[in-house]
Antibody, heavy 113, light 112 residues
Framework: EVQLVESGGGLVQPGRSMKLSCAASGFTFSNYGMAWVRQAPTKGLEWVATISYDGSSTYYRDSVKGRFTISRDNAKSTLYLQMNSLRSEDTATYYC??????WGQGVMVTVSS | DIVMTQAPLSVSVTPGESASISCRSSKSLLHSNGITYVYWYLQKPGKSPQLLIYRMSNLASGVPDRFSGSGSETDFTLKISRVEAEDVGIYYCGQLLENPYTFGAGTKLELK
């Protein structure tokens, strides 16, 4: 069974950093591209970043480019999202997803002073 | 960015009846490989999104065949036959043709 389990969220002050993790199991992690999708409270879905199966290629939405870094450790079957210079508008539930076919349970990130 | 426009924003359905949700893209989602990269998701209350339909008309694993997807290059429809209580939630269309991948605003389905 495919499982994606996010961790690392919480409350953080504007301008600070936070790193999210997504532990994958139930499939060969190194064979699949992965992504982070977020959802602000009461809002819709927003694609944040994508990484290829081997980490050689990444893509970011404009609003997080230069501040967020997506990465992966295929030996640990884990996806990461390093978020720097956080803003209030980054407040959202962050989902890890495998090609949008499988989704984690989500982790809440609240950016507030 | 490709804009995905859904209609209606909400729909109220009597159990056992059918429902249709429309989605329009600002650009053709038909790739040169013949695949149309539109997807449909359901987010049940308090849950993560789940994939219903991939590549316009393919039913995702474990999804009841009451759900079906159809469309053209820019206009798409999700149809739910014989709506059940478990179908309540917000439905999103999304395009995975080109970055940034984008979603519609969502259609809330509730029961009468």
């Amino acid at each position: 069974e495919v499982q994606l389990v996010e961790s690392g969220g919480g409350l953080v002050q504007p301008g600070r950093s936070m790193k999210l993790s997504c532990a994958a199991s139930g499939f060969t992690f190194s064979n699949y591209g992965m992504a982070w999708v977020r959802q602000a409270p009461t809002k819709g879905l927003e694609w944040v970043a994508t990484i290829s199966y081997d980490g050689s290629s990444t893509y970011y939405r404009d609003s997080v480019k230069g501040r967020f870094t997506i990465s992966r450790d295929n030996a640990k079957s884990t996806l990461y999202l390093q978020m720097n210079s956080l803003r209030s508008e980054d407040t959202a539930t962050y989902y890890c997803t495998r090609g949008s076919s499988y989704w984690g349970q989500g982790v809440m990130v609240t950016v507030s002073s | 960015d490709i804009v995905m426009t859904q209609a209606p924003l909400s729909v109220s359905v009597t159990p056992g009846e059918s429902a249709s949700i429309s989605c329009r893209s600002s650009k053709s989602l038909l790739h040169s490989n013949g695949i149309t990269y539109v997807y449909w998701y359901l987010q049940k209350p308090g849950k993560s999104p789940q994939l219903l339909i991939y590549r316009m008309s393919n039913l995702a694993s474990g999804v009841p065949d009451r759900f079906s997807g159809s469309g053209s290059e820019t206009d798409f429809t999700l149809k739910i036959s014989r709506v059940e209580a478990e179908d309540v939630g917000i439905y999103y269309c999304g395009q995975l043709l080109e970055n940034p991948y984008t979603f519609g605003a969502g259609t809330k389905l509730e029961l009468k």
